[in-house]
């Protein structure tokens, strides 16, 4: 198998310069996502509510619909990794296993419409991208 010299690595993946977190809190709707592996294709209604803490800090209160129709609900605690706030790890484990090295998941913020209604969020291996929304639908 020959490599094409004209196609370039893609771009690495680039974040807003910063996150404002307290106008993202809230719900957003998922409009699109690319498949995940610990959420089936079939899932559907799935919002995504970040929240304020008892403690502060933020917390995300994921909730979607089966392929079985019964409703899913992880909790995760989401972290700024960067002064950008853009960049966060999250778990979904209990807190008193979130210690355990591994256990955190990428949440980057790519794009961020100016009024926070619209937000792009990935990975930085791009395996994974949710098109989220503050309405359940968004206009072309």
Same mark, same amino acid.
């Given at each position: 198998?020959?490599?094409?010299p ?9 974040? &807003?310069?910063? =996150?404002?977190?307290?106008r ?9 996502? =690319? ?13 995504a509510? @970040? =929240? %304020? ?12 619909i ?10 995760g605690?989401p ?16 807190? @008193? %296993? ?10 980057w913020v790519?794009? &961020?419409?100016?009024? @926070?209604? &619209?937000? =792009? &969020? ?8 949710w %098109? ?5 639908h968004?206009?072309?």
């Amino acid at each position: 198998m020959h490599e094409d010299p004209h196609q370039h690595p893609p771009q690495a993946i680039t974040t &807003v310069a910063h =996150l404002d977190l307290d106008r993202y809190l809230g719900t957003w709707f998922e409009i699109f996502r =690319l498949p995940l592996k610990w959420e089936k294709a079939q899932a559907s209604d799935s919002i995504a509510a @970040y =929240l %304020l803490d008892t403690d502060g800090s933020i917390k995300t209160d994921n909730r979607c619909i089966d392929a079985d129709g019964k409703p899913d609900q992880p909790i995760g605690k989401p972290v700024p990794n960067d002064a950008s706030k853009a960049r966060l790890k999250v778990s979904f484990l209990p807190q @008193y %296993l979130r210690w355990l090295p591994f256990t955190k998941g990428d949440y980057w913020v790519v794009r &961020v419409a100016a009024d @926070y209604t &619209v937000a =792009l &969020v990935g990975t930085p291996d791009r395996a994974n991208q949710w %098109l989220l929304s503050r309405s359940p639908h968004l206009s072309d």
